[in-house]
């Protein structure tokens, strides 16, 4: 089953069916998608733009989490992350949260261990250490103890960490929406981008690591730009059946297909 987020609402494909849920259909409190991530209890949970966090349970039942009825700092998601523990992260426009175990925990923009107050994505490594990207940099938060990296202390250019990915051997992959990619392997950053690299475009909106480790980038203007040791391929209008150049993210399922949006 696929569930795609819109600006027009939810969206719910199980192979043969289209269903789409939106503010007239169903309980969801804006029809603004920004994520949507599924957990180990097949529980569906979805940001949105203005109107917090909705929970999407297997009975099809609907429940909203917002800074009314909850301790979220904002109702303006920007990214949702399920960990290795099925606790729910969620970046806002005004730091982050945690939702485990029925219990939340609130880390917002005035906490000192974020580098800005956006948490524009996140992502997990292998020995349960989370990243957040944000505007100027990446914080790394582990066993309690939160590690910043701010961009300008590496001699990188500042811009926004649209989304992550780390790949088999640890490497931070992080999409950025005016540097390119940027490559972090706990020690040295690598930037790729137009003038250095194959990479179409320097604005990208995602980044997705596949079973074979080929790292697929969407880029808002130039296709998809796919890294496969060292050799760049891209896909576009001009040569494939993609179609639009604009990609604002990408899946992958079970089959190694690739989804794009």
Not at 170 to 197: A, E
Request: aromatic share 12%; with cysteine.
């Amino acid at each position: 089953v696929k569930w795609i987020g819109t600006n027009v609402g939810l969206v719910k494909n199980d192979g043969d069916n289209w269903t789409s849920f939106n503010t007239k259909n169903s309980k969801i409190p804006t029809n603004r998608i920004t994520s949507i991530v599924v957990d180990k209890n097949n529980d569906k949970w979805i940001g949105t733009c203005g109107g917090g966090i909705v929970k999407l349970n297997e009975k099809g039942d609907f429940e909203i989490y917002n800074k009314t009825n909850s301790p979220l700092k904002s109702n303006y998601i920007l990214s949702l992350y399920v960990d290795n523990n099925n606790s729910l992260y969620v970046g806002t426009n005004n730091g982050f949260a945690i939702y485990s175990n029925n219990n939340w925990s609130i880390i917002d923009s005035s906490d000192s261990n974020l580098v800005d107050r956006f948490v524009f994505s996140i992502a997990q490594e292998d020995n349960g250490a989370i990243w957040l990207g944000q505007s100027t940099g990446v914080v790394k938060l582990f066993n309690g103890i939160y590690s910043k990296y701010i961009f300008k202390n590496y001699n990188i250019k500042l811009s926004t960490v649209k989304a992550i990915d780390i790949d088999s051997l640890g490497n931070k992959w992080l999409g950025t929406n005016t540097t390119g990619l940027v490559k972090f392997d706990n020690t040295n950053w690598t930037v790729y981008n137009q003038s250095n690299s194959g990479l179409p475009n320097n604005a990208i909106q995602d980044v997705f690591i596949d079973k074979n480790g080929s790292i697929w980038v969407a880029t808002d203007l130039q296709g998809i730009a796919v890294l496969d040791n060292q050799n760049w391929v891209v896909f576009n209008r001009s040569n494939s059946n993609i179609p639009s150049n604009t990609i604002t993210s990408i899946a992958v399922d079970n089959q190694n297909n690739k989804w794009f949006t």
